[in-house]
């Protein structure tokens, strides 16, 4: 967003508030209220539906003891979104990525998603993904698209800490806070079912939910239940670069004198003969730009096909046996089938000897043709990657909530245990090559695909031993074999359990309050936590071998829609290409496969990590007139037992690494009350965000030979920040305000691979200690964090109301790619209207492009400028039945993710627009 975008934006959202102001004024005193309103008892208004959900989210705000934000849920299994990411992501300094079209994780305050935190109901919860995600699965968030929102009543941005709240968030901890039986009235029940339609798989599903609660007359006991339904349908076709290379790696068809030098004709001349280069043989000139141009080598044309099936089970039961004594036992239980067919084909742009042409323009090679592999002879030129995925993510937690309040204490506790497990199980790889001469190139948004043949023409995909002939098998392989040999060539294998994650958490605290009379402190609060936490990943490995001539004709195979690609700025015959569907990928490795070795556990992909947390915290909460508060501290232990293999010279020694770090924790929080209207805030606090546990316990290659090794480092410490906040806060009307936020987060030992050398490592295999040059994750450099936010919700005239914000973050580090995830610029921009039974709502949110990973070969790949826009209308037929439509990604955004420059395409999705037609039912 440029100054000039944003001052026009803040003076808009200036205006709306004082018009919204002027309008309030005009409306005080009168008795009635627009159509979102209806009279109660005394004449009290009540406000319903979506801005009552707003007003109610407003109100916790208003009331906090630190910086947050908060949404609400318009009524009993009623959030204004059926992700409850997206929801998040409507208040300032939250984005979400939307890879595969829905929310998944987030950042806070210009922070990753692996530095913040998720919690429900105050206590953790184990996290664990379906395995195919290029997400952060080693790290500590979560995905927020497996909770329902059906049992949700607020969810709680915590931007500043206070000392009794958990640590493990520099961004920001989320505090989901669920429906308890007591809190409703008596058999509550709510029930919602419809439908949605992707217009890119062209395919629909359903999805549902209900609830039920009920306590007794004297509202001494109750329980509540609730169960949910959601399958969602995801057809994702895509552009993709795994490897860019310079054109000095294309020059080999040149003319060489006897020192390897390039021959031109005289001084200036051109080259006698090779490859043609913008239409004709190059000069010396011509060759030195060329040299520097970067080539999409690996350039792939994507399907990736899922049906996300997710089944959720949440209950609570809460005994209230006195007036100052509650006990809840809550449980979750959450089932995902996250099952999906994924095909990629791509060329082999890599052999300069092949090549006969090329254009470049402006550092980029747009285009370059390559010869292909004459009859008889071994190789390929390109690739048809067919995968399925059986994929099942399970997720359980259990825990009891004590709440007792004998005279002046508030005595509460949380105990319980959390479990997750997810990934492949099994996996069904099954690969093809082709011949065939091509060209190809990328120029930004635009790529071409075209071999001499159409990629639908399944007779050019050919099995590996066709394409390459047969080798015999290698000596590992041999001994998994039986000590039996096969001459053929691998075409692919199905591993189990290949990434499987588990984690697993044992926790318990115990927190104390007293109030006091002492000067200016009302109250004094201690307590401590004490957490058990484990975290593996593991893989076992398997190869399918052939010794059979075959093609993709020969099996089922279908042809893509060519219509998956419209909007892709995809040309020539690359697409639609031949392809195999689950059955087909399975049948074809049952016929195909003549052996099939197991190779059995992979100690490379092992970790485990065993962390034990013990936490004390002292919290003094004061008020003087117009000023309140808390100051206070948090003193945490960490313990980190990190397992994985040490691997040298093709042997493995399992390795255990203990370290513990303590830290001192102060968080203040200082509020004024400047009238019955505006409040200010400010607050600091020392927080931590602990390393990934793949960083932790990634396992280690040596090479003595060369003094040279790479994996993970237990060594790690936890990142560290300084976390500074701002705030000021207008409620000028009733469920109406204008706030702006100024946030700084300090941040030392940040993370990110490097090579350190001379670092002294004991090989546990050869039993010697020496020095070596290790690239691994370290503690690499500072950071700091600085941001500000503009935000404000107001009703208008005639039922309309508008909710807005704006924020800018901005990095400073000595990490050349930035901090991931970072966006300078997000804005969004939520016009509402209820009048009587209808509802209606558009949300719009633009961030801009951030650093999203090093990928590929480190290719340094970000996200471009992403924007989303939904609309919802809802409407009453009566006090109980309401009916809903809503669509999501109108725009139909495309996903654009590039190599350091915009003009270097790593990534190009579309993820298709969804929309959706439901009922619910409320008693």
Known sequence: MTIRQLILFTTALSGVIGF?????????????????????????????????????????????????????????????????????ARLPGVTVDRQFGEGEQLSIAGVEPALNRLTIDGHSVASADWGGNPSDRSSRSFNYSLLSPT??????????????????????????????????????????????????????SFRGSALYSWHNADETIGFLGAVNYDKEQLSRAGVATYWYRTGAALLEAYPRDINGNIVYNGAGGTVASG?????????????????????????????FKQERERI?????????????????????????????????????????????????????????????????????????????????IKNDSVAMLIDWRPDRWEITGNFGGTRASGGKNPEYLLDFR?????????????????????????TKWLSNFTALGGENLSASDREDNGGRNFFGRQIGGIPLQSGFTLDKEIFGEANFKREVNIGPIKSLLFGGRYVAHE??????????????????????????????????????????????????????????????????????????????????????????????????????????????????????????????????????????DVSDSVVLRGAAAKVIARPRYSDLAGSISLDDASRSGSGGNPDLKPYAANNFGLSAEWYFAPGSFLSGEVFYRDITNYIGNSVTDDVTFTNFVTGITQSYSISQPINIANASVTGFSLSGNTALKWGFGIQANYTFADAETSIATGLPFLSRNTVTIVPYYENGPLQARVSYNRRSKYFYRVGRLQSQDYTDAYRQLDASISYALTDNIQVQAQASNLLDETYYQYSSTKSAPTSIYKNGRVFSLSASFKM
């Open 275 to 303: 490859p043609t280069i913008n239409g004709a043989l190059p000069t010396k000139a011509t060759i030195d730009a060329f040299s520097s141009a970067r080539y999409a080598s690996f350039l792939a044309r994507e399907f």
């Open 312 to 392: 959720g089970f949440s209950g609570a039961i809460q005994a209230k046996p006195t007036d100052n004594l509650s006990v809840v036992a809550t449980g979750l239980f959450i089932r995902g089938n996250y099952d999906n067919v994924s095909n990629s084909m791509y060329t082999y742009g890599f052999e300069g000897s092949r090549m006969s042409a090329a254009t470049f323009d402006n550092g980029i090679v747009t285009s370059a043709t390559f010869t292909g592999i004459p009859d008889g002879t071994n190789g390929a030129t390109g690739q048809l990657d067919t995968n399925y995925r059986r994929t099942r």
């Open 151 to 204: 049992i949700i009543s607020q969810a709680v941005v915590y931007k500043t800490p206070e000392a009794r709240l958990q640590e493990g968030a520099i961004g920001a901890t989320v505090d989901i806070v669920t429906r308890k039986p007591l809190d409703l009235k008596a058999n509550t029940i709510a029930v919602t079912a419809g439908g949605e339609y992707n217009d890119r798989a062209k395919r629909g």
């Open 20 to 88: 919204a102001d002027i309008a309030a004024a005009q409306d005080a005193g009168q008795n009635g209220a627009s159509g979102d309103a209806q009279v109660g008892t005394d004449d009290e208004i009540l406000v319903t539906g979506y801005r009552r959900s707003l007003a109610d989210a407003i109100e916790t705000k208003r009331r906090a003891d630190s910086i947050v934000d908060v949404i609400s849920a318009e009524d009993v299994g009623k959030l204004p979104d059926s992700n409850i990411a997206d929801s998040l």
């Open 535 to 672: 975290n593996s990943n593991k893989t076992f490995s398997n190869a399918i071998f052939t010794n059979q001539n075959f093609t993709l004709g020969d099996l089922d195979f279908y042809v893509l829609d060519g219509d998956l690609y419209n909007g892709l700025g995809t040309s020539g015959n690359g697409t639609p290409y031949a392809t195999l569907d689950r059955d087909g990928i399975i049948a074809a490795l049952r016929k195909f496969g003549t052996t099939n070795v197991e190779r059995g556990f992979s100690p490379g992909d092992y970790w485990l990590v065993k962390e034990k947390i013990a936490s004390g915290y002292l919290q003094a909460n004061f008020q003087s007139g117009k000023l309140r508060g808390n100051v206070g501290g948090r003193f945490v232990n960490t313990r980190d037992e990190s397992n994985f293999f040490l691997q040298s010279n093709g042997r493995f020694a399992p390795t255990q690494i203990t370290k513990s770090d303590n830290r001192f924790l102060p968080a203040a929080n200082l509020i004024f």
């Open 434 to 458: 082709t011949k065939q001469g091509f060209t190809a190139g990328a120029n930004g948004r635009n790529t071409i695909v075209n071999w001499n043949s159409p990629a639908s023409d399944p």
